[in-house]
């Protein structure tokens, strides 16, 4: 067995209504002065105003910012910095998906450290603490709220620059399942599929280890018997609970275990196309776990018991079947088929064989892949 560090230094703090505990939190945390990171379309269903007014009611200084673009930009940093200088915060709040998440991180860094966010993209170039950050996920999910990596698009080339340090995983996560339980079909759809695969692309990561490993199975657990009825029912509760655990848990798995290939290569296709950071990750799924097959040793046949809802696999389990239910899982979820489907074009290709190549989950994928490899699963999944 390989040599392993495993550590979750934050405080999930799970629970139905949990939202309303925030001053709690935010007391504990030692902050008067609490600056909010969400996004318009939150505003728009009144999730902002809470938040707003729970923070108010108990005497507490706020101030929101939410121009946000659904793939945050340097400039959306950049904006961000310089309103939560502006109002002398001490702590940062993320209420929201990925977007939010990734804007208060890179927040949080340049208002401590300054630079922009050039300087810190890669692995660990945070030299210490930065501003202290309450997660709370509208979705189910990213698992951004305990990772350490905040995503942000380089507007002038497209590039998605991923910034990884132990000091970005925010404080506190608050995991409500209300929040979860009027996302439109669509929304959960992709996002609960792309939790699935952070925990699915853990479990076969490179770097996985008893810990990521069991907390990943956990993930698939939950997420693959409820991801169906949730995206058929929001207000499903049990099935809320679910994918709101199981998306943390796979968030806990792949901050440590990192992910494959198929992150590797969504970041591209959101980065030149704008496509859904979860729709992009279903789609390239079966294309590259059927690529992957040749390096499966028995794990496939778990994640297929996971998944196969209402089926268990016997000795007769081949690769195919694993990859055929995950075409059916898109297919029921409404995931389009294909990368053209969603306006991806040839033309981009060599730019986005050489981004996907960048990142790092390449390294962890359990498949060795070339960049040839890599245009060829692009093309397969056109
Ligand atoms: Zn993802």
New binding site residues.
Partial sequence: MKDFHFTIPQDVIFGKGSFERLPEILRKANCKNVFLISDPGLKKVGLVDRAAKIIQNADLQYTEFLELQPNPTVHNVTEAVKAFKASDAESIIALGG?GPMDVAKATGLLATYGGTVIDYVGLEKVSGSVVPMIAIPTTAG??SEVTASSVITDSETNFKMSIISHYLIPQYALLDPDLIMTLPASIAAACGV??F??AMEAYLSKMGNPFTDAMAEKAMEMIGRSIRAFVASRDNEDAACDMMIGSNLAGVA?ASAL?GN??AM?HPVSGFFGVA??VA?AILMPTIVEYNALADNGRYRKIYDYIALGKKSDDSFTSDMLVATLKKLNEDLGIPANLTAVGVTEDKLPEMVADAMKSGNILRNPRQSTSKDVEMLYRKAL
């Fill in positions: 990925g990213t698992g792309d939790a695969i952070h792949f992910l198929i992150h969504s950071h979860g990750n």
